[in-house]
């Protein structure tokens, strides 16, 4: 059998149903109607019974099937006869009476207009698209009577509280007024108080700068009487002075027998032959019995047995020898200054920073004992991430570039900083380095020859 139920009378109507079509999509009602009857009775129907595109929501329950499947049940019920046949079978088993209402053209009043809708579109009884028609037009006027009933409750109660808000806002109004009024009252008093408080301020300003006027005039007093008495006292100093230099030299001259006129004469004799006696040291004259020079003997020539000048030159000291650096640091007062990493890539660059500083700074203080001269070894720090823990070793002076300046810059501002004819060398590869501190009256020196002197340490 298949769904009607074997009915000859449902199949009749479905016949004369097939020329009635709806010219219109089902009202939302009725279709949401039609798909609930269609997903309870799907469950009924047998898997060769149901078409292939609903076969997947066949264990869905009910109303998964409706939410689900409620696209695919409209269309097939629409597009598939037999297939709402079997649907109208199943509804007829379970509401014969609805269904013999319909196919004898009497809907019973007392059922759901959306059900009647429902069950026509299903049964296809003839005139069910009127049936379909009338049921949509009266569950559209129940929808516009709730909507209007809703529409005309949610006016009063928006009446009503508009009403409420209305009232509210007089009494904040008033109570704003009141608080206002308050407001404005307290700000005139305390304009009043400012005013009066302003009056006795400029009035304390007054007496203030009154003050300080009388002030100054007491300290500029205070301060010339003060500058007179200073004047005084060193006046008075100063006589005491010459009086007691007076009298010590006349008991002075009255131990010794001599007039004043004797001691004064002394005085300026001693104070002459002390200034000979300098000048000569001074100038390094010989003695003078040793002052034998006669015109002739100025006359430069070569004596028998004297030094040539070739040989003068074959005697000086090449820029490479390493005593040349001993000759410049037994220069009184002599500093060396060294430029550090200039020295130490020039040395031995395979060896990491720190060691390269130790071991310079190890021959530094050896040469600084042995010289007695002023050492100072400066290092580039401009690439520093943390402070080099560094003890500098005894007799030289270890310095870092600030960030942001270069060995060489700190070097030329340690030549700049010593007061001219100081004797100071300079240890640099770098040409610019070393034109920089020649032209400031330094002597430049390559690193090669701190490098050897050094290796003799």
């Not at 810059?409 to 004797?423: D, F, K, N, T, Y």
Request: neutral net charge; hydrophobic residues 45%; glycine residues 6%.
């Amino acid at each position: 059998m298949d769904g009607t139920g074997g009915n000859p009378q449902a199949e009749q109507n479905g016949d004369d149903a097939s020329a009635e079509s709806l010219d219109r999509p089902l009202p939302e009602g009725v279709r949401h109607r039609v798909v609930t009857l269609a997903a309870d009775a799907f469950g009924g129907l047998t898997h060769a019974e149901l078409p292939s595109q609903l076969r997947p929501y066949a264990r869905f329950t009910p109303n998964r099937r409706a939410k689900f499947a409620a696209t695919a049940l409209a269309a097939t019920l629409e597009g598939d006869p037999a297939f709402r046949q079997r649907i109208a079978g199943k509804l007829r088993e379970a509401q014969p009476e609805l269904a013999e209402a319909l196919d004898a053209g009497t809907p019973p009043p007392a059922v759901d207009p959306l059900d009647v809708a429902a069950a026509a579109y299903l049964l296809r009884p003839p005139g069910w698209v009127k049936l379909v028609a009338a049921a949509g037009e009266e569950a559209q006027r129940a929808h516009d009577e709730r909507v209007g009933e809703e529409a005309a409750r949610e006016v009063r109660q928006l009446r009503d509280e508009l009403a409420e808000v209305r009232d509210q806002a007089r009494a904040d109004a008033l109570k704003a007024r009141a608080d206002l009024e308050g407001v404005r009252k307290e700000a005139e008093a305390l304009q009043r108080r400012l005013r009066s408080a302003a009056s006795d301020v400029k009035r304390a300003e007054a007496a203030l700068r009154k003050v300080e006027a009388e002030l100054e005039d007491v300290r500029s007093t205070a301060a010339t009487e003060k500058t007179a008495a200073d004047s005084e006292a060193r006046r008075l100093k100063a006589r005491l002075t010459e009086s007691e230099s007076a009298l010590e030299a006349s008991r002075r001259a009255v131990r010794e027998g001599r007039s004043i006129e004797d001691v004064r004469l002394r005085l300026l004799l001693d104070t002459v032959l002390d200034a000979a006696a300098g000048l000569r040291r001074e100038l390094a004259l010989p003695p003078r019995d040793m002052m034998g020079v006669r015109p002739a003997d100025t006359v430069d020539a070569v004596k028998p047995g004297a030094i040539s000048p070739k040989d003068i030159a074959r005697r000086a000291l090449s820029e490479n020898d390493p005593a040349l650096l001993d000759q410049l640091l037994a220069l009184p007062q002599a500093h060396l200054v060294v430029d550090g990493y200039n020295v130490t890539k020039t040395g031995y660059p395979a060896l990491p920073l720190e060691k390269q500083r130790l071991r310079l700074l190890g021959g530094l203080a050896v040469l600084a004992a042995q010289s007695g001269a002023e050492v100072t070894c400066v290092f580039d720090g401009a690439d520093l991430d943390a402070p080099v823990l560094l003890a500098p070793p005894r007799g030289v002076r270890v310095l870092f570039s600030k960030a942001g300046e270069t060995a060489d810059e700190l070097i030329r501002r340690l030549v700049r900083a010593e007061p001219a004819g100081r004797p100071i060398v300079v240890v640099s590869a770098d040409r610019e380095v070393a034109d920089g501190v020649a032209r400031a009256g330094a002597r430049p020196v390559a690193s090669t020859l701190l490098l050897k002197r050094l290796a003799r340490v």
